[in-house]
């Protein structure tokens, strides 16, 4: 497949840029700056766009199967307030999506994107108000925005908990379409898994308009 890949010097973008190519794929890398993308490979093209700017990614767009996304933005002091970069980053990529007539649209989001009475206690009233509230619901608004105003945009939303740079055991990785993944343990998902998830979602087709909640296995 030829696929773009968005947020590619990130600590998940470069693990979905590896898997990819360990695949077979001809991937284009779409970065801020060309230099933090060290990965060397035939088939990777490494290219500069605004993710800001639908013009800017269009010529990038053009001809592949699949664009997959892993921007993201962490917690800060700020993001207690307000936080708008995942709609603000979505609307420019979806205009670029239709002019370069792809479809199919992977993006990661999170666990918890959406409020709910059974959520835990620590999510509903400290990880939320304290640390990611603003973020999650940035989120949240990015999927609402992709399944409301985008009927035309073939989106996944995968959505995986706590991220961590362990080794994948190259087991199963566990998903549920919905906020978690029921489970009476703490789950957490080490970034290689939520790569190979979102590959195997473009390779098969699956999931198509749905928001997958994702853990390692």
């Known amino acids: 497949m030829k ?3 968005l947020g590619s010097t990130g600590p998940s973008g470069i693990q979905l840029v590896k898997e990819a190519l360990q695949r077979g794929h001809d991937v284009t890398a779409i970065v801020r700056n060309p230099d933090k993308l060290t990965e060397k490979h035939d088939k990777l093209k490494v290219v500069k766009a605004n993710i800001f700017d639908s013009d800017s990614l269009e010529p990038h767009f053009q001809g592949q199967d699949a664009v997959l996304s892993c921007l993201g933005c962490g917690p800060s002091w ?4 307000t936080v708008t970069f995942y709609t603000d980053s ?34 509903t ?28 945009i073939e989106y996944t939303s995968v959505r995986p908990p706590q991220l961590t ?3 994948t055991t190259g087991a199963t990785v566990l998903f549920h379409e919905g906020q978690r ?7 957490v998902c080490c970034r290689r898994d939520a790569a190979r998830f ?6 098969s087709g699956n999931f198509k308009r749905k928001c997958i909640a994702i853990a390692s296995g």
């Not at 640390?131 to 608004?141: D, R, S, T, Y």
């Not at 979102?198 to 390779?203: G, P, V, Y």
Request: aromatic share 12%.
């Open 181 to 187: 993944v029921p489970s009476e343990k703490r789950l």
């Open 3 to 5: 696929l773009a890949i």
């Open 90 to 123: 979505a609307k420019p990529i979806v205009t670029a999506l239709r002019r370069a007539n792809v479809k199919r649209f992977i993006f990661m989001a999170a666990w918890y994107t959406k409020y709910s009475s059974t959520d835990p206690f620590m999510i």
């Open 165 to 167: 740079n362990t080794e």
């Open 125 to 152: 009233w400290v990880i939320k108000p304290i640390f990611l509230g603003q973020v999650l619901k940035n989120m949240g608004e990015m999927e609402d925005y992709m399944e409301v105003e985008c009927p035309d």
């Open 198 to 203: 979102m590959l195997d979602a473009a390779e």
């Open 78 to 81: 700020f993001s207690l307030w």
